[in-house]
């Protein structure tokens, strides 16, 4: 890195519990953002810094930031690959990125484009020098002010304010005597899921933390099965929308935890910004499972994915299973992580099967970070790794776990985060929540453990790399700047390091945890 000033721009500063300033950063190249690459500088109480997760950082970008085709061409494709039939009332946006993808480091426009007929948020990468498609997916994630409304199985997107069914807003009425069941339903499950969130240990205001008035679709499409969300970047807003089902699964927003589950990317969105594809979208899609199944769950045997969708209500059969992924065609460890494949393991044959490949197996890989929570939250023994739980009473332990996730979504997390940084993540997170507190470290990091999640000291020990460079989580020694202002430009802080030296002075994590202390 030769000068951080113009390579990397301030996203959002938070402290955690230890009194540690959590700096995230995003990368760019002459003036263009460099998609997927941030990192997090962290700097302890006494202003010394701690830690420089630069995982994705790109060095030695040297690329012509001309493009040959224009944007116009670019967006044109998008719309005839989508083969868009009815588009979204605001129009594509398009932005020149540098985009590495596949080892290569290219400059791309990014187009972004909201439709209703295929519905998505479709986001496309076009190669700015030879027009070819690199990379796309839906970005839309299917699965206490708030407006419920009334679509009558249409798409009109955004929906207008004759279609509101219940207002709560203030100064309006709510409406909520004259709402059919469906929409009642949904209302109650978002008020819950709010309450949820609001409530002790999150202490959240809506799903941005801003007090933004959630917006929910009643009756969406005709017969649908699915839940969306759509993010605010499409919009200007979240809607989370909800189909009333085929007849075999029931209306989706009757389902508490599948409210939870499109409230939670909300949360994530507005957050980490997990990318909504490959193993950033199946964390995504995980970090909604936990927090959905937590707001909805029964009783502490319940680690169900809506199980009152389906009809007639069996809470035997759901969408999805955090205790036992396996049983809903997900898989539970890294060995069985799954790429669309035609002739490849099941888990392979589904992904393929789905469409658009499921964005790579979003809501298929979700099975192996829905697993480790689960065993950080209940214990048990996984692929001969013994796991002990966060904490003997399972209610307690429940919630420890997910003190620990919302923490590294919130803070610890970047928006191309694959597993292995996940494991980081939720170690710094334990750390920071329990300073000093090794068997609940353990816990966590047997959790990964247990579902094949190791972190990689270098590439080529990595088989399940991303897409992206990899680099390495740092820790700091000695010899480091000390006494830094707290809240001060961490730009210049990367200088005082020497700019490059963050990337140079590293300490290896081991990936065998230490050995369990004696309990009495």
């Not at 972004?112 to 796309?136: C, K, M, R, S, W």
């Not at 997390?413 to 997170?429: H, K, M, Q, V, W």
Request: glycine share 8%; with cysteine; charged share 15%.
């Amino acid at each position: 890195m030769t000068d951080p000033y113009d390579e990397l721009t301030v996203i959002k500063a938070k402290v955690d519990h230890r009194g540690w300033e959590n700096i995230k950063l995003q990368q760019s190249y002459k003036g263009l953002l460099v998609e997927g690459s941030q990192l997090i500088l962290s700097i302890d109480d006494q202003r010394q810094v701690r830690m420089v997760n630069s995982r994705h950082y790109i060095g030695g970008i040297d690329l012509d930031t001309k493009p040959a085709i224009s944007s116009g061409i670019a967006t044109s494709m998008v719309r005839a690959h989508i083969a868009v039939q009815k588009e979204g009332p605001n129009g594509p946006t398009t932005t020149k990125v540098v985009y590495p993808y596949a080892g290569n480091i290219l400059l791309a426009w990014k187009v972004q484009l909201f439709a209703h007929e295929p519905v998505g948020d479709f986001i496309y990468y076009i190669d700015a020098q030879t027009g070819a498609i690199i990379n796309h997916y839906n970005n839309m994630p299917f699965a206490l002010n708030q407006i419920v409304y009334d679509a009558a199985s249409g798409t009109t997107f955004p929906p207008i304010a004759s279609q509101i069914a219940i207002n709560n807003t203030p100064a309006q009425g709510t409406g909520y005597g004259a709402a059919d069941d469906i929409e009642k339903a949904i209302y109650d499950n978002t008020t819950a899921t709010y309450n949820f969130w609001a409530a002790a240990p999150y202490f959240r205001d809506s799903f941005d933390d801003q007090g933004t008035i959630i917006k929910s679709i009643a009756h969406w499409d005709n017969n649908s099965n699915n839940a969306s969300w759509i993010t605010g970047s499409a919009t200007g807003h979240g809607y989370a929308k909800y189909g009333d089902g085929s007849g075999l699964n029931g209306p989706t927003g009757n389902s508490l935890d599948v409210v939870a589950h499109e409230f939670t990317h909300g949360v994530t969105g507005s957050e980490s910004g997990l990318i909504y594809q490959g193993a950033s979208g199946a964390l995504n899609e995980s970090i909604s499972d936990i927090f959905g199944v937590m707001a909805g769950q029964r009783n502490d045997t319940d680690w169900l994915v809506a199980e009152d969708y389906v009809v007639p209500a069996d809470l035997n059969v759901a969408l999805r299973s955090m205790s036992n992924p396996t049983a809903f065609n997900q898989p539970d460890h890294m060995d069985d992580y799954a790429t669309p494949d035609g002739g490849g393991s099941v888990y392979d044959q589904s992904c393929y099967n789905a469409t658009n490949y499921d964005n790579d197996c979003v809501h298929i890989n979700s099975g192996i970070p829905n697993k480790a929570a689960y065993l950080m939250a209940a214990g048990g023994s996984h692929h001969g790794v013994v796991v002990d739980p966060l904490d003997g009473a399972i209610a307690a332990s429940r919630v420890m776990m997910g003190r620990i996730f919302h923490l590294a979504n919130t803070t610890y997390l970047t928006n191309s985060s694959d597993f292995f940084a996940a494991r980081i993540a939720t170690e710094d997170a334990v750390k920071s929540l329990f300073p000093g507190d090794m068997d609940k470290l353990i816990t966590v990091m047997y959790a990964w453990l247990a579902v094949g999640v190791s972190v990689p000291v270098s590439a080529s020990e990595s088989a399940y790399a991303s897409s992206w460079v990899p680099g390495y989580n740092h820790r700091y020694r000695e010899s480091l700047p000390q006494n830094i202002p707290f809240g001060a430009d961490s730009l210049a802080m990367l200088s005082l390091l020497g700019c490059a030296s963050y990337r140079l002075i590293r300490r290896p994590r081991a990936n065998t945890p230490p050995a369990k202390s004696t309990k009495a």
